[in-house]
């Protein structure tokens, strides 16, 4: 079974402050995902991550891919308080008939402060 | 523009009241997902279809059940909902593609059992 677990689970920062949140996974997989997800809202697409040694910026966030150690790690640059929500990573599987079911994270629930 | 629909927004139900929640595409995707996310946890799949192939999570209950009638359209029934079933139920959908099954998500709908 699929096991995908991050840390920290709650996270809180100071603005202008750099962090790492990070996520490993138990068995290979095809794709990793980075959604965010405000309060009582659905899902945002961050990043998608397809390959080993794979690193995406947009702003503030970067996300990077390591498949041999099953880990993938979102870091925060020079954090502001518009980052403030929770931070899903999802794992997907295509084989068979998984068809790309997503498997998530907990959650890591980020608060910027100032 | 092409997105995922879901109706309604907000539901409000009796204890032991069968509810149906709605999804519609016009992305013309062949696979559509239904989750599951209950305050303060991670989604968690409840089924998906593959065309009209059916797929149950093992651990599914039998109390939910699902209707894809054409590609445009899939339902979500909950025969007989219990307190524990209220939560944000989000509708994914994916194509198959060379990069796998990116899934695109719904807005949710939030299900109140009173």
């Known amino acids: 079974e699929l096991k995908v677990e991050q840390n920290p689970l709650f996270l809180s920062m100071q603005e202008g402050k750099n962090y790492t949140i990070y996520c490993n996974y138990s068995?290979?997989?095809?794709?990793l995902y980075w959604y965010r997800q405000d309060p009582g809202k659905s899902l945002e697409s961050l990043f998608v991550l397809l390959s080993n040694g794979a690193v995406k910026q947009e702003g503030r966030l970067m996300a990077s891919l390591d498949t041999k150690a099953r880990l993938s790690t979102l870091h925060i640059t020079a954090a502001v308080h518009d980052l403030s929500a929770t931070y899903f990573c999802a794992v997907a599987l295509d084989i068979g008939t998984s068809y790309g079911k997503l498997t998530f994270g907990q959650g890591t629930i980020l608060t910027v402060h100032p | 523009d092409a997105m995922v629909i879901q109706n309604p927004r907000y539901q409000v139900t009796q204890f032991g009241k069968p509810v149906t929640l709605s999804c519609s595409q016009t992305?013309?995707?062949?696979?559509m997902y239904w989750y599951q996310q209950k305050s303060s946890q991670a989604p968690k799949l409840l089924f998906h279809y593959y065309d009209k192939d059916f797929n149950n999570e093992a651990d599914t209950p039998d109390n939910f059940q699902s209707r894809r009638p054409n590609t445009s359209f899939c339902f979500l029934d909950i025969r007989s909902p219990g307190l524990g079933d209220a939560a944000m139920y989000l509708c994914?959908?994916?194509?198959?593609?060379?990069?796998?099954?990116?899934?695109?998500f719904g807005p949710g709908t939030r299900l109140t059992v009173t």
């Open positions: 992305l013309n995707h062949n696979v």
């Open positions: 068995t290979t997989s095809d794709r």
């Open positions: 994914a959908t994916s194509r198959t593609s060379r990069r796998g099954y990116e899934q695109y």
